[in-house]
């Protein structure tokens, strides 16, 4: 898989061999009418890894995009996740071949269960045996969860076959999630940073702006730049050009051991968005 080159963006290796860019675009609250622009132009820009869901309504306007842009397939890292009303095994695989139609791909390069909603009338080891069963006939290059807590995943170790690839969930400076971080690692599992910069929240923080003045970038970049040599995969979202332009452009700078003690110490474990424990929506 060949990462923008001219961008020098890294890739992670997944614990399946799968090379995943380390930095990607996100796609949630792109309307779906907007997204096959606004992907298109994160391609142009030099994205080569989209992070999408059936949530997100959005995954044929990421096809779109992806078909159009000229670039080879194998080129483009794609993720979706599967959404919350699908977790029994028959409705995840009829969901999955859903999201493939969507998108118009014969092969999904990661598939993640979204949520775990621990308090449904389902089982997520069912919702992750049904998402073996589909890594299993070839049509997705790695499986993942998304907000899976240490107790989630220690069930998955005892109870089926295969190790999930990424834990997707929420991180940024005002929620360092190192517990589950650590926990990951400790278990060959790659950990995604959502919302990386809180949706804009982290940014106008004196110690993530006395940085950007220093380093003359913006306060986003610090804070992108951050997640990037802690090791998480992070794909910020964006409809504006320039944004995009600067999300990308954190491999021609580093934080030194003290900007990045210095971000760390912001940790207030202030979650963003819903916490996995006890978030059991399921759409309608
Ligand atoms: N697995 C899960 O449960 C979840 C996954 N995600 C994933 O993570 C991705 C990123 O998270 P998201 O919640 O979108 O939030 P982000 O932390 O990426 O922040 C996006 C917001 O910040 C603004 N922004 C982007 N770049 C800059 C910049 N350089 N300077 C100032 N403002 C900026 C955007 O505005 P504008 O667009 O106007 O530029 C938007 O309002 C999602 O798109 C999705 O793919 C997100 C939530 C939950
Ligand atoms: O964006 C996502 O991936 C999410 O799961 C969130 O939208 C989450 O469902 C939420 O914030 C609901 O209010």
């Given at each position: 898989?060949?990462?923008a080159?001219?961008?020098?963006v890294?890739?992670?290796?997944?614990?399946n061999?799968?090379e995943?860019?380390?930095?990607?675009?996100g796609?949630?609250?792109?309307?779906?009418?907007?997204?096959?622009?606004?992907?298109g132009?994160?391609?142009?820009?030099g994205?080569?890894?989209?992070?999408?869901a059936?949530?997100y309504?959005?995954e044929?306007?990421?096809?779109e995009?992806?078909?159009?842009?000229?670039?080879?397939?194998?080129e483009?890292?794609?993720t979706?996740k599967?959404n919350?009303g699908?977790h029994?095994?028959?409705?995840?695989?009829?969901?999955?071949?859903?999201?493939?139609?969507d998108?118009?791909?014969?092969?999904l390069?990661?598939?993640?269960?979204?949520?775990p909603?621990?308090g449904?009338?389902v089982?997520?080891?069912?919702t992750?045996?049904a998402?073996?069963e589909?890594y299993?006939?070839?049509?997705?290059?790695a499986?993942?969860v998304s907000?899976?807590?240490?107790?989630?995943?220690?069930?998955?170790?005892?109870?089926?076959?295969?190790?999930?690839?990424?834990n997707?969930?929420?991180v940024?400076?005002?929620l360092a999630?190192?517990?589950?971080?650590?926990?990951?690692?400790?278990?060959?599992?790659?950990t995604?940073a959502?919302?990386p910069?809180?949706?804009?929240?982290v940014?106008d923080?004196?110690?993530?702006?006395?940085?950007?003045?220093?380093l003359?970038r913006?306060p986003?970049?610090?804070?992108?730049?951050w997640?990037v040599q802690?090791?998480?995969?992070v794909?910020?979202?964006?409809?504006?050009?320039e944004r995009?332009e600067?999300?990308?452009?954190?491999?021609?700078?580093?934080?030194?051991?003290?900007?990045?003690?210095?971000?760390s110490?912001?940790?207030?474990n202030?979650?963003t968005?819903?916490?996995p424990?006890?978030?059991?929506?399921?759409?309608r």
């Open positions: 898989m060949a990462p080159p001219a961008l020098g890294p890739t992670i290796t997944l614990n061999g799968v995943i860019p380390q930095l990607g675009f796609v949630y609250q792109v309307p779906p009418e907007d997204t096959a622009d606004v992907v132009t994160a391609l142009e820009v994205y080569r890894h989209i992070d999408t059936q949530m309504g959005n044929k306007g990421v096809g995009a992806v078909g159009a842009s000229g670039i080879d397939r194998s483009i890292f794609v979706s599967l919350n699908f029994r095994r028959d409705d995840a695989l009829r969901a999955f071949d859903r999201s493939l139609g998108l118009g791909f014969e092969q390069d990661l598939f993640l269960v979204h949520w909603l621990p449904i009338d089982d997520y080891v069912e992750w045996k998402m073996e589909i299993a006939d070839g049509r997705v290059r499986i993942g907000n899976f807590q240490p107790a989630h995943l220690r069930r998955l170790f005892a109870e089926s076959e295969i190790r999930p690839a990424v997707q969930i929420e940024h400076p005002y999630q190192d517990d589950v971080r650590a926990f990951d690692a400790d278990h060959e599992i790659v995604e959502w919302s910069i809180a949706q804009g929240k940014l923080d004196p110690a993530i702006t006395a940085i950007a003045e220093r003359g913006t986003a970049q610090v804070v992108l730049r997640h802690r090791g998480d995969v794909f910020p979202k964006s409809v504006s050009r995009m600067q999300n990308i452009g954190l491999f021609d700078f580093e934080l030194d051991t003290g900007g990045m003690a210095s971000i110490g912001l940790n207030r202030e979650r968005g819903p916490d424990d006890t978030f059991n929506y399921i759409p």
